[in-house]
């Protein structure tokens, strides 16, 4: 303990944690000489490492030397060099990033400290006792017993600066922190100031000879002993007091910060709550590894600091903190429940079976529940990613549960966020036509990281993680969920497609019908009956007027050709004729043919394209057709290539022409969205696009083999 802080117990290890305002700097070029800004981290890192290394020589050297209760000096220094590594290294590491931070300059500062105080401990004892004469005896005792209270300044001072390295900005809360730290330093200004002989007499022990005469009193104030014990015991009540209002301040804050800010404060809660239960330790096994254990407080703030200022993986403390805080209580509750077992056992039995019996106890009733407790913990911190099969059980459930596609996409959602214990997940899932449907569970907080969602080899989708720290198990095991999610949403998506699609074959039929109804009643059977009544006519008119009876018979023979033309655009509009008569290919030609003029040509090929179903000719004629006109009407073109080819039961048509293309603000108009339609009615995809190479491209794939079922069923 430091000769600073007689009679009181510091609380040590509780840090805090900012979030910088000020200017990060510019990463430095490559081969450029170092700035001030990295030589000085650098500096201070080597210059405790070294303050440490040499406190853990003289300690080894000092080893064996038997010290005065009454000396000050502790055996070994080491703890307190340490302390000061495992502050001054992450302080110099925010120091680098942020150099105008001032978090970063106090824990860099307070780093420093720490490990100087241990060195001059180490080098106070090997200079009095173990090498007397040796030089600097008297200044080293006198930094470590007078500036030992100043290792106290740290805590206050980091707790006020959080999170952005200033005072509260509030007139009040900005008087109560400057008085707080004033509490704080009034402590080590009152043990730098007091002789020696008011210290020693106030705690009732005499220095021992070999260092009484040293000059001890560099700096003190010779007042009269009755001046400086009020002074001193002032001091030593101010100190608890001044840790009030820090702790009241950040309070405070967080109250009243946003998401990200309330984040770094729970970083500091985190650290607090690690080194409480770290620095109890001692009460409750033995006192041996205070001193390590006091390092490993330190160091955990430390780098609890360094995550919230930086803001490295800053959300990450929403599930660090309450696996913590559920880790820690079943631990305790553990040992005590363990101990209580032992103790009743004890009394109850007698020493000398008490141990057979507990251990009976334990194995066979307290060992089963304290398992299923801790998996049940282990559950609530982790989620059900230790329990595959109960994800996907669960999961199927879900799914059998939810009445449609979206449904079933918030199922996936939920689940996937409450096996992993994300914040925030959300499943985007591409519909045919180029929608999207989107779904989301949680709030985002962090950073979003983006997976695919793949059916049957080809990506329908992402999903987006917020705060995923996954490793290759669970990468594999959130595969197999939405692998199994995907298939689902899939096949729901199809059934209500088909269900549409049905639906949609029927309207068509009963609108096909009633065209035909209305053709047959209003053109048709008019013009018949028209037929009918001029023949009449014309055989009323043949003995008195064979004229007029001609020219009656000549009209009539006009309307049946005009009823022939009609009923031929009747069967044209069923099936264009020409497919029965010339084939798809010929009559592709044939009306290449017709399009074809002296500033366009038309080529037609095909690679044997025969035998195809009777809807695949008529909407590859269609298509054809349509692409074609665009090409006379907007491409301005000098050459249009058609192909018609088969691959693996597919009829792929494309249209190519070397036009202007198609610009970005061209709209798609009725004849593009028809040639998309008559390919989805058949399963199949039509792609426009412009090559590199210019012109436009017309692509369309219309399967064959489920036609030809269908066709073959019927």
């Known amino acids: 303990m430091p000769r600073g802080c007689p009679g009181t117990r510091c609380p040590w290890g509780k840090g805090t944690q900012t979030r910088h305002n000020a200017a990060v700097t510019k990463e430095r070029p490559a081969g450029a000489p170092p700035t001030s800004t990295t030589r000085l981290p650098v500096s201070v890192v080597v210059s405790v490492i070294a303050l440490t290394a040499g406190t853990v020589l003289l300690d080894v050297g000092n080893g064996g030397v038997t010290v005065p209760s009454n000396a000050g000096l502790d055996n070994v220094s080491w703890p307190f060099a340490l302390a000061g590594l495992v502050q001054a290294v992450p302080g110099a590491l925010l120091l680098r990033r942020l150099p105008r931070h001032p978090v970063a300059w106090v824990l860099t500062a307070s780093g420093v400290q720490w490990a100087l105080n241990g060195f001059l401990g180490a080098w106070a004892l090997h200079a009095i006792y173990v090498s007397p004469g040796a030089p600097g005896a008297a200044a080293a005792y006198w930094f470590y017993s007078r500036f030992g209270a100043a290792l106290l300044m740290g805590l206050p001072l980091l707790i006020l600066l959080f999170p952005d390295g200033r005072l509260p900005s509030t007139r009040g809360w900005r008087w109560l922190s400057v008085a707080s730290l004033g509490l704080t330093a009034l402590l080590p200004a009152v043990w730098v100031c007091a002789p020696m002989a008011a210290l020693t007499r106030y705690e009732a022990a005499p220095l021992p000879a070999e260092i009484s005469r040293l000059g001890l009193d560099l700096l003190s104030i010779p007042l009269p002993y009755e001046v400086w014990l009020p002074l001193i015991e002032v001091a030593q009540a101010a100190v608890p007091v001044g840790l009030v209002v820090p702790f009241a301040v950040m309070v405070r804050r967080y109250r009243a910060a946003d998401p990200e800010r309330r984040a770094q404060i729970r970083w500091l809660t985190w650290a607090a709550l690690v080194d409480m239960a770290v620095l109890l330790l001692p009460f409750v096994t033995s006192p041996e590894p205070a001193s390590l254990l006091l390092c490993v407080a330190l160091g955990l703030t430390s780098g609890a600091v360094v995550v919230a200022v930086g803001k490295y993986r800053l959300y990450e403390i929403d599930r660090l903190l309450p696996g913590t805080f559920l880790y820690g209580t079943l631990a305790v509750l553990v040992v005590v429940i363990d101990v209580v077992v032992f103790a009743v056992a004890g009394r109850v039995l007698g020493e000398r079976d008490s141990a057979l019996v507990a251990l009976a106890v334990v194995a066979m009733v307290y060992a089963p529940v304290r398992d299923r407790v801790w998996r049940v913990v282990r559950r609530l911190v982790r989620g059900m990613r230790d329990d595959p099969y109960a994800m996907v059980s669960t999961l199927a459930q879900r799914l059998e549960s939810a009445e449609g596609p979206d449904e079933q996409l918030l199922a996936l959602a939920g689940m996937v966020a409450e096996a992993f214990r994300l914040p925030y997940v959300r499943v985007e899932i591409d519909r045919p036509g180029g929608a999207c449907s989107v779904v989301e569970y949680g709030s985002a907080r962090g950073a979003p990281v983006?997976?695919?969602?793949?059916?049957?080899?080809?990506?329908?989708?992402?999903?987006?993680?917020?705060?995923?720290?996954?490793?290759e198990r669970d990468q594999r095991l959130l595969g197999d969920l939405v692998r199994q999610a995907a298939a689902a949403a899939r096949a729901g998506e199809l059934s209500a497609d088909l269900r549409r699609i049905r639906a949609q074959l029927v309207l068509g039929r009963e609108e096909e019908r009633r065209r035909l109804r209305r053709d047959l009643h209003d053109g048709l059977g008019p013009s018949l009956g028209a037929v009918a009544l001029r023949i009449e006519a014309a055989r009323n008119l043949a003995a008195s007027a064979p004229g007029e009876s001609d020219r009656i018979l000549e009209q009539t023979a006009a309307d049946v050709t005009a009823v022939l033309g009609e009923v031929r655009r009747l069967v044209h509009d069923l099936r264009p004729a020409v497919l029965d008569e010339l084939g798809l290919v010929r009559a592709v030609r044939q009306q290449a043919d017709r399009l074809r003029s002296g500033s366009l040509r038309v080529v037609v090929s095909d690679d044997g394209v025969e035998g195809l179903p009777a809807a695949v000719e008529v909407a590859a004629y269609r298509i054809v057709s349509e692409a074609l006109a665009n090409v006379v009407r907007h491409a301005g073109a000098s050459r249009c290539d058609v192909t018609?080819?088969?691959?693996?039961?597919?009829?792929?048509?494309?249209?190519?022409?070397?036009?202007?293309?198609?610009?970005?603000?061209?709209?798609?108009?009725?004849?593009?969205?028809?040639?998309?339609?008559?390919?989805?009615?058949?399963?199949?995809?039509?792609?426009?696009?412009?090559?590199?190479?210019?012109?436009?491209l017309v692509h369309a794939r219309l399967p064959m083999e489920q036609i030809m079922e269908v066709s073959g069923a019927g």
């Open 644 to 696: 018609l080819v088969v691959r693996g039961g597919v009829l792929e048509v494309l249209v190519r022409d070397d036009g202007r293309g198609i610009g970005a603000d061209v709209v798609a108009g009725v004849g593009m969205l028809s040639l998309r339609e008559r390919t989805a009615e058949l399963g199949g995809d039509c792609e426009v696009s412009c090559p590199p190479e210019g012109g436009t």
């Open 450 to 471: 983006s997976l695919p969602v793949s059916y049957r080899g080809e990506v329908v989708g992402r999903l987006v993680l917020c705060r995923a720290e996954l490793t």
